[in-house]
């Protein structure tokens, strides 16, 4: 018996349909029924795949141990050193053998490297140079003009950077407030087009507004850390510490 097998009978068993079970997990019907067919492919990667498996073994009351030894076991994950990985991914490089350098190369190597530093000495004797002649004319330059005021400076310093930004928006039909209130949390924000409205950790005690016309879809990488807030209306908690939840809301959330 596979695990997709496994957790149609659990869910049978429980009495639930793909549509119960969506909506308890807050996973789509349409992945959930990928899952029953051992399809794993669009879960996000074996961290939100195993994180599906947890969420789904909880609300039917399953063995969670069982169901992701049995993941581990028929995906057929193999531990790899990070060498390895970063190899296979064309990251680095398989170490080649190594070439004996001969003393012919040495020589060439030797000059080259001093023809280059009698180079730099001399661009950096000529760049001190006009340094010291800037610095000068920068001197008599400041002597004679006026100093700026307290309040130019003052208004440079209040003008706010990309950084600080906390409100996304791609319309107005359905509102989303975010605030990692308990916890840090990886965050995934899109909206019905597709759009990628936000995509990063937001720290703990952080807050992000999303608007769309018609959707926003979420994905939480630390579900219990988070509150929520849809169109006005404060929700329960979406999920338990560590789970990573997906959820989505329309204008009648």
């Not at 040495?106 to 280059?116: F, T």
């Not at 100093?147 to 409100?167: C, F, G, L, M, N």
Request: net charge neutral; aromatic share 4%; glycine share 8%.
């Amino acid at each position: 018996m596979t695990l997709g097998s496994l957790i149609v009978k659990a869910r049978e068993g429980s009495s639930l349909s793909i549509e119960e079970l969506a909506e308890a997990t807050s996973i789509r019907p349409t992945l959930l029924r990928e899952i029953e067919s051992n399809d794993f492919s669009h879960c996000g990667g074996q961290t939100y795949a195993r994180g599906h498996i947890r969420n789904i073994a909880k609300r039917l009351d399953a063995d969670e141990a069982e169901f992701l030894r049995m993941y581990e076991e028929e995906q057929s994950i193999e531990k790899r050193t990070m060498h390895d990985l970063l190899v296979e991914n064309n990251v680095m490089r398989k170490p080649s053998a190594k070439r004996k350098v001969s003393w012919k190369s040495l020589v060439v190597i030797s000059v080259a490297c001093l023809g280059i530093a009698g180079v730099a000495q001399i661009v950096v004797s000529n760049i001190s140079t006009v340094q010291n002649t800037g610095v000068e004319i920068a001197s008599a330059a400041e002597t004679a003009s006026p100093q700026p005021t307290a309040s130019a400076s003052v208004s440079a310093s209040a003008t706010p950077t990309p950084s600080e930004q906390s409100s996304f928006s791609t319309g107005t039909g359905v509102k989303v407030v975010i605030n990692a209130a308990r916890a840090k949390s990886w965050i995934f924000v899109s909206d019905a087009a597709g759009r990628t409205l936000f995509s990063g950790q937001m720290s703990m005690g952080a807050s992000q507004v999303f608007t769309s016309d018609n959707r926003l879809d979420l994905k939480v990488g630390n579900a219990g850390g988070v509150d929520l807030e849809v169109n006005g209306k404060k929700l329960p908690a979406i999920g338990p510490n560590g789970a990573v939840v997906s959820v989505s809301y329309g204008a009648n959330s």
